[in-house]
């Protein structure tokens, strides 16, 4: 079976462009969750799905930051006016129950 | 891919010996706790989960040991190989989301 997937794996940009990165939960899952990882230091949460609905945005830094799960699947994380210090791996997580999240490979954002 | 834990606490085992990785965590109040292993450029991966109403748990040479009283989780590797070389990250649950401990990286030398 498939696990959480994410595209791109690397996403090189410039400073104020707008990026998209997407997220393919493991299928039925219906919470979803993005996280930041810095160099050096865990996943900090960013937003948490329960379905189509953002049960909890609570970590988007600010207004630049915006997600979506139209359908209840994927999930596409939007960055706009980038920063250098938006470069981060992005994660992705899904999980069935609420308890264990499995995580995706990450996209790692390098903004110029 | 991103390289993880430059700068982490390092644990360093011989092969075939017995690991301990040991967190902190923050909130009394977090009912759930699961540790992850995270090879460079890789997403972390599950290891082992525990609930608040236990002490401990065992997995496939692994086991969780939680200590409620002084917030204090240990994950314990039996027997370590080389393929267990990674940074640990203990996570407790608040609410819906995830607050991750710093990491320790496991280097396992032959």
């Known amino acids: 079976g498939a696990g959480v997937s994410q595209t791109p794996s690397n996403k090189v940009t410039e400073k104020g462009k707008y990026v998209e990165l997407r997220c393919d939960p493991i299928?039925?899952?219906?919470?979803l969750y993005w996280y930041r990882q810095s160099l050096g230091q865990g996943p900090e949460f960013l937003i948490y799905?329960?379905?189509?609905?953002?049960?909890?945005d609570s970590g988007l830094p600010n207004d630049r930051f915006f997600a979506v799960r139209p359908e209840g699947s994927v999930s596409t994380l939007k960055i706009q006016r980038t920063e250098r210090g938006d470069s981060a791996v992005y994660l992705c997580?899904?999980?069935?129950?609420?308890?264990?999240?499995?995580f995706g490979p990450g996209t790692r954002l390098t903004v110029l | 891919g991103e390289s993880v834990g430059l700068h982490l606490p390092t644990l360093s085992v011989q092969e075939g010996d017995n690991s301990i990785i040991n967190c902190a965590y923050s909130?009394?109040?977090?009912?759930?706790f699961i540790w992850y292993k995270q090879e460079s450029g890789k997403g972390p991966q599950f290891i082992i989960d525990?609930?608040?109403?236990?002490d401990k748990r065992q997995g496939q040479r692994v086991t969780v040991l939680l200590n409620k009283t002084v917030k204090h989780l240990s994950l314990q590797i039996a027997a370590t190989q080389p393929g267990d070389s990674a940074v640990y990250f203990c996570?407790?649950?608040?609410?819906?989301?995830?607050?991750f401990g710093t990491g320790t990286r496991l280097q396992v030398f032959p």
């Open positions: 299928s039925g899952h219906t919470a």
């Open positions: 525990i609930r608040s109403n236990m």
């Open positions: 799905f329960q379905g189509t609905g953002a049960a909890d």
């Open positions: 996570a407790e649950r608040s609410a819906d989301k995830l607050i």
């Open positions: 997580a899904s999980s069935l129950s609420g308890d264990t999240q499995y």
């Open positions: 909130n009394s109040a977090s009912d759930y």
